[in-house]
């Protein structure tokens, strides 16, 4: 069983950064890939973005991010970082952090077992 739980989340004026956090535990967390989604009122929940398993050296991009958002993982605080820069107000959401062994799914909601709560940014314009 893993467990995961978001935070970093809040108001940030657009243009501006925030940095969400993904704290995992449980067993064998270094095995699991990492993904961001976002979920706004009234939508489905999109991809953002991934990080491989292991040494992390993988990364899927959301086409909506790209060139903004990173990604980036440290197995020994077992934690997973979103450093989101350039936020737009369409970035307002509820970003969930996921965990998942699939290797053909990455990108998918499918992907991934372990969800977090989510943790709400707003962008103000």
Not at 4 to 25: F, I, K, N, Y
């Amino acid at each position: 069983q893993v467990q995961v739980v978001e935070s970093g989340g809040g108001l940030v004026q657009a243009g501006g950064s925030l940095r969400l956090s993904c704290t995992a535990s449980g067993r064998a967390l270094e095995s699991y890939n990492m993904a961001w989604f976002r979920q706004a009122p009234g939508k489905g929940r999109d991809f953002v973005m991934a990080i491989s398993a292991w040494s992390g050296s993988n990364f899927w991009v959301g086409d909506s991010v790209k060139g903004r958002f990173t990604i980036s993982r440290d197995n020994a605080k077992n934690t997973t970082y979103l450093q989101m820069t350039s936020l737009k107000v369409e970035d307002s959401a509820s970003y969930y952090c996921a965990a998942g062994r699939s290797a053909a799914r990455v990108t998918s909601p499918l992907g991934y077992d372990y969800w977090g709560q989510g943790t709400q940014v707003t962008v103000s314009s």
